[in-house]
């Protein structure tokens, strides 16, 4: 098969045309080319900006995180030993007062009434194990010990009651009952906190894990225990400055009571001032006078010399001078 060969010979006809438009290509190139780098150059600058903004909103974002989490720790070890002292004082468990307070936030009643319902209670049956008070019929007609109740946690105390009480007391004589073991105010509150109640309080402190353990909450009583000791840090600080520069505060205040006394310097000027005060209003309203006898003077003159100007025949001596002011001016 034979081969066919095929040139082409391109010939470059008016070549300053030709030449002027590759130059006209080449500066486009070149404007668009600059103009690709201002704008690359602004774009850099935007993005330098934002990652600034960007870079402040994350450290105030890492400043807040950190403020919150010192503050839930603060309140949570404050929250905690709270709650310990008041187990203490009742004699029961940390985790018993928090679930306390889980089933009166599921009822509507407040800490505080059943803080008051389960202080009674246990002053009560303090009195009943010893076969006193109004607490030891009601336990009789509910089947119960004093001594068992006693030695169960809180919780489990008042939801033996409570289930004793719907179970062995007409709903027309539960009131009169509670108000024997819980006190009358507290009856009312403790009445609303069930057994039902107790069951979803119990199970949801457990699942969130607001239930503490008992070292737990040594180690957070320990803790706050340490942090109030730092409070003493400043304060014994505050009290040394305040020891070592009261005697210097002391000189201070005598030399100024020294001062301001009537044999100081500055008593002995107060009193010569007013000793001398009727002297002084003389010389001030002397020379008030004087300064008003110089201005009612003065207008005087001034009123003099308006009319001499104003009036149809002036002075000779006027006349005089407007003439010779005439021939100057000539």
């Known amino acids: 098969m ?6 082409v010979r391109l010939a470059a006809v008016s070549g300053r045309q030709v030449r002027a438009e590759m130059e006209g290509v080449g500066e486009a190139g070149s404007r668009g080319f600059g103009r690709l780098s201002r704008e690359m150059e602004a774009a850099n600058a935007r993005l330098a900006a934002f990652s600034r903004r960007v870079a402040v909103a994350a ?4 400043a807040a995180a950190a403020a919150a989490g010192v503050a839930m720790i603060r309140s949570g070890l404050q929250t905690v030993d709270a709650q310990a002292k008041l187990a203490q004082s009742l004699g029961t468990t940390v985790a018993s007062i928090q679930t306390l307070e889980r089933a009166g936030e599921l009822a509507g009643v407040s800490m505080s009434g059943i803080e008051q319902a389960t202080k009674d209670l246990t002053r009560r049956l303090s009195q009943a194990a010893a076969g006193t008070g109004p607490a030891a019929d009601a336990l009789d007609r509910l089947g119960l010990s004093a001594n068992e109740l006693i030695a169960l946690p809180l919780d489990q105390r008042v939801g033996a009651i409570n289930a004793a009480i719907e179970s062995f007391v007409p709903a027309a004589e539960r009131a009169a009952v509670a108000g024997q073991l819980f006190g009358e105010e507290g009856s009312i509150a403790m009445s609303r906190i069930d057994t039902a109640t107790l069951r979803q309080a119990t199970e949801d402190v ?12 040594d180690q957070i009583e320990r803790t706050n225990d340490a942090i109030s000791r730092l409070g003493l840090i400043w304060r014994g600080l505050s009290n040394q400055l305040a020891v070592a520069a009261a005697p210097a505060l002391e000189a201070v205040a005598d030399a100024m009571a020294a001062v301001a006394s009537r044999t100081g310097p500055l008593g002995i000027a107060i009193r010569s001032l007013f000793d001398n005060i009727g002297r002084l209003t003389i010389y001030a309203a002397t020379f008030a006078a004087f300064l008003a006898g110089r201005w009612v003077a003065g207008m005087a003159a001034a009123a003099l010399s308006v009319r001499d100007i104003a009036s ?3 002075p000779a001596s006027s006349q005089v001078r407007v003439g010779s002011a005439r021939r100057c001016r000539s």
């Open 59 to 62: 450290a105030a974002a890492v």
């Open 312 to 314: 149809p025949n002036p």
């Open 2 to 7: 034979a081969e066919k060969k095929v040139s």
């Open 206 to 217: 457990l699942a969130f894990g607001v239930v503490v353990s008992e070292q737990d909450v």
